[in-house]
């Protein structure tokens, strides 16, 4: 959960647009921007208001808010109401986006954690046998 938290925040506070040494901008396609933000309703979801339902699906008069609805419904039925494996999908979407520098950190975020929790079974095993 420590680990969602600090990719999220890293998200939400980071520019929206990157750009390389050469001045070229760095994009997150937008199919895994709305991964994330799928993903992120998902795991953020803590009462039936936090629900997607049919009736609520914006009109083809707002493309944004449409596209962003059916992401939150598709990845719902990924997750169903397991806001950790929401989380979890969140965080490896961000991580694998190591073309960005957003990306790269969010890699590490999620590179220490599962180092921690190797270390922590690790550590469960050793004293279970002592």
Known sequence: RLCFEQVSSLIRNSPAVEYDEYGNKIKVPDSTRLQLYGYYKCATA???DDIPVASKR?????????????????????????????????VEIAAAQNHTLVGRKCEEIYQDAMENIRNLAQSSQDSSFG
């Not at 009109?59 to 059916?70: E, H, I």
């Not at 397991?82 to 969140?90: I, P, R, V, W």
């Open 46 to 48: 803590v009462d039936e």
């Open 58 to 90: 914006p009109s083809f008069l707002d493309p944004v808010g449409r596209a962003k609805f059916d992401a939150w419904v598709e990845c719902r039925k990924v997750c169903e109401e397991n806001m950790g494996l929401a989380m979890e999908k969140y």
